[in-house]
């Protein structure tokens, strides 16, 4: 074998190599000691809603294009006595398929805790979903814990 033969079979193994590296990244998770927060979701109320987008990367400076994201919430709502009030989070901006549900306890303003991952769209968004007892009656603290690349 020649030396430009071994040079284009040396080529030929850095770049499967490269490859092979590029699936290990994907996935990759990123775990933060300090939470990423938005003054949008540090208690602000809250009323009821349809599916609504999140862009990650314009609201709490998550890059864009990550794969998941691992979220923290405490939620409350005034009149949670009377019925079930929750918020939703999915990846997907329609339909009925939701990654995480958080209730709001059944004592009114209460607080609820919870945290979960939540997979993304191809953007690297979420969209949320909330049931709230009336107008502005539930407040909501979000924060991102880690992302997945």
Not at 13 to 42: A, C, H, I, M
């Amino acid at each position: 074998m020649n030396n430009e033969q071994r040079l284009i079979d040396e080529i030929g193994k850095l770049k499967r190599e490269v490859e092979r590296l590029k699936r290990v990244e994907q996935g990759r998770p990123v775990f933060l000691t300090t939470p990423l927060t938005s003054t949008s979701w540090d208690g602000d109320s809250f009323s009821t809603t349809d599916k609504t987008l999140i862009d990650l990367s314009a609201v709490f400076g998550v890059p864009a294009g990550v794969k998941a994201v691992l979220v923290k919430v405490a939620l409350r709502d005034s009149a949670s006595a009377s019925g079930l009030y929750y918020i939703q989070f999915s990846g997907v901006s329609s339909g009925t398929n939701y990654s995480l549900t958080l209730e709001s306890p059944p004592i009114n303003d209460r607080f609820g805790y919870g945290q979960g991952i939540v997979p993304c769209d191809a953007n690297g968004d979420i969209y949320y979903n909330v049931i709230a007892s009336g107008s502005g009656t539930m407040d909501i603290y979000l924060e991102i814990r880690g992302y997945w690349l």
